[in-house]
């Protein structure tokens, strides 16, 4: 059986599996983007694809934090996207 690699929401402080979550990236440029291969070089955070959490996110800064970097308005659009990508 193979580990499952696990990982912690910024937001809710959940551990859930790796697949289950968005991972959000800090280039070598200092920029923020959302990773969704979950492979891309750089420092990550992660967050899960609930509404509620990514609220809890923005109100207390949690990804800023994490990551040492400005949220910009464009990282928020595709952050909302991801996650409407992973509701059904």
């Given at each position: 059986?193979?580990?499952i690699?696990?990982?912690?929401?910024?937001?809710?402080?959940?551990?859930?599996?790796?697949?289950d979550?968005?991972?959000?990236?800090?280039?070598?440029?200092?920029?923020?983007?959302?990773?969704?291969?979950?492979?891309?070089?750089?420092?990550?955070?992660?967050?899960?694809?609930?509404?509620?959490?990514?609220?809890?996110?923005?109100?207390?800064?949690a990804?800023?934090?994490?990551?040492?970097?400005?949220?910009?308005?464009?990282?928020l659009?595709?952050?909302?996207?991801?996650?409407?990508?992973?509701?059904?």
């Amino acid at each position: 059986m193979k580990k499952i690699p696990m990982r912690m929401c910024v937001a809710c402080r959940i551990m859930q599996p790796k697949r289950d979550l968005i991972r959000i990236v800090k280039t070598a440029d200092g920029k923020l983007v959302v990773d969704p291969t979950g492979k891309c070089n750089g420092r990550g955070a992660y967050i899960c694809r609930k509404e509620e959490c990514l609220n809890k996110a923005l109100k207390s800064k949690a990804i800023e934090r994490a990551l040492e970097a400005p949220a910009s308005p464009e990282l928020l659009l595709r952050l909302k996207e991801a996650m409407g990508d992973g509701q059904t």
